[in-house]
């Protein structure tokens, strides 16, 4: 069975950083393109930053600048540093592993929350 645990979320203050971490049991990542999505309340489900099987990254247009999407093959993990931290990043970020319709996973989400 394949488990994703996100960790690292939290309070933080506007202009400042937090580092999430996706730890994933149960297959290797190395094979699935592996992303980050946040979701506020009231709001869809919107995808934040994607890195390939080849470290290829994209970025929403809201972050990029702002957030680095990496993966640690050796620690099966995925990572989002996210600095200059905004209100309007508060969100439940998901982390999602991805190879095709049948090994689609995701984790069940961290708080970020940005308010002085």
């Known amino acids: 069975q394949v488990r994703l645990v996100e960790s690292g979320g939290g309070l933080v203050q506007p202009g400042g950083s937090l580092r999430l971490s996706c730890a994933a049991a149960?297959?290797?990542?190395?094979?699935?393109?592996m992303g980050w999505y946040r979701q506020a309340p009231g709001n869809q489900r919107e995808l934040v930053a994607r890195?390939?099987?080849?470290?290829?990254?994209s970025y929403a247009d809201s972050v990029r600048g702002r957030f680095t999407i990496s993966r640690d093959s050796a620690e099966n993990t995925l990572y989002l540093q996210m600095s200059g931290l905004k209100p309007e990043d508060t969100a439940v970020y998901y982390c999602?592993?991805?190879?095709?319709?049948?090994?689609?996973?995701w984790g069940q989400g961290t708080q970020v929350t940005v308010s002085s």
């Open positions: 149960g297959t290797r990542l190395g094979a699935f393109t």
């Open positions: 890195i390939t099987r080849s470290s290829s990254t």
């Open positions: 999602n592993a991805y190879l095709s319709e049948e090994h689609d996973y």
